[in-house]
T-cell receptor
Framework: QQQVKQSPQSLIVQKGGIPIINCAYENTAFDYFPWYQQFPGKGPALLIAIRPDVSEKKEGRFTISFNKSAKQFSLHIMDSQPGDSATYFC????????????FGKGTSLLVTP | KAGVTQTPRYLIKTRGQQVTLSCSPI?????VSWYQQTPGQGLQFLFE???????NKGNFPGRFSGRQFSNSRSEMNVSTLELGDSALYLCASSSRVHTQYFGPGTRLTVL
């Protein structure tokens, strides 16, 4: 059973566009929500993370928006570049269950020149 | 600091065999987690070790096992390999709650 649902499965935007990737969860015990970026042949790399007491967090061109009541969170990539083309995964974890991350199925992003 | 290293990077086995994968965490990190990545199921948590003790386990059969040594290095073992075990196996290390750093993975192919 997928505890974190991610959409869309794939996304194509032009350079400079703002791709948005959405995730939803059911388990209200989740208290940590990271986003990972993965390039082919590499392991996932932590991009940005948020906790439920914050509604938005920005790091460089990456922004997480978090809606606790709707149990949804999203990643926005400002001024996207071809180098951002990768697979993005959202995840969630419950600190009472150790460090186990529950991942969404991923979004394949292509930024065209 | 050097990142998480995993060996070997690629492995080909046949059904019924067993395999052992190795992971060296970032220096100073005491937690090591293992994940299986497949196109169909995505990234799925296998288990987590902290100070040589298994702290958490995902929903995988008993053929999947692991251990952690006193230097925090970890190994995972899969016995009686099945075709469906073909996947990228990722190791992640952490020094504090939640922030996990992944290695490049071991690509296992079962023929």
């Amino acid at each position: 059973q997928q505890q974190v649902k991610q959409s869309p499965q794939s996304l194509i935007v032009q350079k400079g566009g703002i791709p948005i990737i959405n995730c939803a969860y059911e388990n209200t015990a989740f208290d940590y929500f990271p986003w990972y970026q993965q390039f082919p042949g590499k392991g996932p790399a932590l991009l940005i993370a948020i906790r439920p007491d914050v509604s938005e967090k920005k790091e460089g061109r990456f922004t997480i928006s978090f809606n606790k009541s709707a149990k949804q969170f999203s990643l926005h990539i400002m001024d996207s570049q071809p180098g951002d083309s990768a697979t993005y995964f959202c995840a969630a974890s419950d600190s009472n269950s150790g460090y186990a991350l529950n991942f969404g199925k991923g979004t394949s992003l292509l930024v065209t020149p | 600091k050097a990142g998480v290293t995993q060996t070997p990077r690629y492995l080909i086995k046949t059904r019924g065999q067993q395999v052992t994968l190795s992971c060296s965490p970032i220096s100073g990190h005491r937690s090591v987690s293992w994940y299986q990545q497949t196109p169909g199921q995505g990234l799925q948590f296998l288990f987590e070790y902290f100070s040589e003790t298994q702290r958490n386990k995902g929903n995988f059969p008993g053929r999947f096992s692991g251990r952690q040594f006193s230097n925090s290095r970890s190994e995972m073992n899969v016995s009686t390999l099945e075709l469906g075990d073909s996947a990228l196996y990722l190791c992640a290390s952490s020094s504090r709650v939640h922030t996990q750093y992944f290695g490049p993975g071991t690509r296992l192919t079962v023929l």
